[in-house]
């Protein structure tokens, strides 16, 4: 089994539509949590840290249940421009060994 | 600029090669990885640096893959007597020091190396 696990998609949404990603990560003892993104043939990007009690970045807003060891991404009024794979980082402690998941690619469609 | 360089952008190699790419990262991060992406995959840790000292090479592949940092600042990935598999991007990050990150890893462009 993966270490980090998500959506394999691709998932693809007309303009507008409000879109959610899963990921699902198997070591519990992670300590971080991150969505990065990343567009065709470019290098990956930090999108947003993910934090315990949940937060927001304007249309995006990620989740954490650590219990379920379980991670979201919820994507509001979706643009053209959001389309990219998003994929699902975790870290055992901050500054070392992050782990990425294999990407969830979303298409938004006008 | 001031991010992370990496050079050459694109390797063609015969199988059987020797490649050797490397990585310049931002001024100043203490931390530097490698990562290899296959297409269609996410990427996959390969090695990680802290200044000069390689803290963890669990990633790599086999004993053709070597990653050095001799002086703490420009990392070398080597690949010795490259296969077909080897065909990958190979992505350098850095990041500031453990103390002070918040865990935002900076990402070069990659090197795209395809084995013939």
């Known amino acids: 089994r993966k270490e980090v696990e998500q959506d394999p998609g691709p998932f693809n949404v007309p303009e507008g539509a409000t879109v959610a990603f899963n990921c699902t990560y198997s070591?519990?003892?992670?300590?971080?949590f991150f969505w990065y993104r990343q567009d065709c043939r470019k290098e990956p990007k930090l999108l947003m840290s993910?934090?315990?009690s949940g937060n927001e970045d304007g249309r995006f807003t990620a989740q954490l249940n650590r219990a379920s060891q379980y991670i979201s991404l919820l994507i509001r009024d979706s643009k053209l421009s959001d389309s990219a794979t998003y994929l699902c980082?975790?870290?055992?402690?901050?500054?070392?060994?992050?782990?990425f998941g294999p990407g969830t690619r979303l298409s938004v469609l006008p | 600029g001031a991010g992370v360089s990496q050079s050459p952008r694109y390797k063609v190699a015969k199988r059987g090669q020797d490649v050797a790419l490397r990585c310049d990262p931002i001024?100043?991060?203490?931390?530097l990885f490698w990562y290899q992406q296959a297409l269609g995959q996410g990427p996959e840790f390969l090695t990680y640096?802290?200044?000069?000292?390689?803290?963890?090479k669990s990633g790599l592949p086999s004993d053709r893959f070597f990653a050095e940092r001799p002086e703490g600042s420009v990392s070398t990935l080597k690949i010795q007597r490259t296969q077909q598999e080897d065909s990958a991007v190979y992505l350098c990050?850095?990041?500031?020091?453990?103390?002070?990150?918040?865990?935002?890893?900076?990402f070069g462009e990659g090197s795209r190396l395809t084995v013939l």
């Open positions: 990050a850095s990041s500031p020091d453990r103390g002070r990150s918040t865990g935002e890893l900076f």
């Open positions: 001024s100043g991060h203490v931390s």
């Open positions: 070591n519990s003892a992670s300590q971080s």
């Open positions: 993910v934090y315990s």
């Open positions: 640096f802290q200044n000069e000292a390689q803290l963890d």
């Open positions: 980082v975790v870290s055992l402690w901050t500054g070392q060994n992050f782990v």
